[in-house]
């Protein structure tokens, strides 16, 4: 298994461009989140999903849109990139939390944006 | 959502024990306290949780307090390669998930 994966590694974006960060997991996983980390600090969840077709916001969902066609995909897109949006992007996957399984999530190894 | 508190940092000798404490005063009957660390930038992983019992397995202890107010990872014999980000995190439900909020964690130094 590759786990998680994500794509690009690195970007480098001028403000107002947009791009899609890619993220897919091949444990069959039914949920999917999409986490920032600004330097020093601790993750932020921006959006998750519970299974294909359904998203839903989290802490952190300004500037930014998701949606989850499979089981496996769950891009990020960025509409308008901004300076504060500047951060490490992290997607994970886990099991349904509750009924017998523990909310053990496993993570990608993250994109660094840039947006000057 | 219960808001935990860690110290910022922490050093620990090569093949020591490393206690990581956390406070987690106002956390509810249900929520789960959950252990991930981060290795220079990856992304973070599992270590462990529980929820009134101590728990062990093969990469670490935990130690909750019998009120739930607090608890104690523990890295039995720590190596060079354990040195990270430890976050302590209180599970807590929201929309349709059960979720886990990272704060700023403990920067732990193994030191050789």
């Known amino acids: 298994n590759a786990g998680v994966t994500q794509t690009p590694k690195f970007r480098i974006l001028k403000i107002g461009q947009s791009m899609t960060l890619q993220c897919t997991q091949d444990m069959n996983h039914n949920y999917m989140y999409w986490y920032r980390q600004d330097p020093g600090m601790g993750l932020k969840l921006i959006y998750y999903?519970?299974?294909?077709?359904?998203?839903d916001k989290g802490e952190v969902p300004n500037g930014y849109n998701v949606s989850r066609s499979t089981t496996e995909d769950f891009p990020l897109r960025l509409e308008l990139a901004a300076p504060s949006q500047t951060s490490v992007y992290f997607c994970?996957?886990?099991?349904?939390?509750?009924?017998?399984?523990?909310?053990?999530?496993?993570f990608g190894p993250g994109t660094r944006l840039t947006v000057l | 959502d219960a808001k935990t508190t860690q110290p910022t940092s922490m050093d620990c000798a090569e093949g020591r024990a490393a206690n990581l404490p956390c406070n987690h005063s106002t956390i509810s009957g249900n929520e789960y306290v959950y252990w991930y660390r981060q290795i220079h930038s990856q992304g973070p992983q599992y270590i462990i949780h529980g929820l009134k019992n101590n728990e062990t397995n093969e990469m670490a202890s935990l130690i909750i307090t019998e009120d739930r107010k607090s608890s104690t990872l523990i890295l039995p014999h720590a190596t060079l390669r354990d040195t990270a980000v430890y976050y302590c995190?209180?599970?807590?439900?929201?929309?349709?998930?059960?979720?886990?909020?990272f704060g700023s964690g403990t920067q732990l130094t193994v030191l050789p």
């Open positions: 999903s519970v299974g294909a077709g359904i998203t």
């Open positions: 995190i209180a599970e807590f439900s929201s929309g349709s998930a059960r979720q886990l909020t």
């Open positions: 994970a996957s886990s099991y349904s939390p509750g009924r017998g399984n523990y909310n053990e999530q496993f």
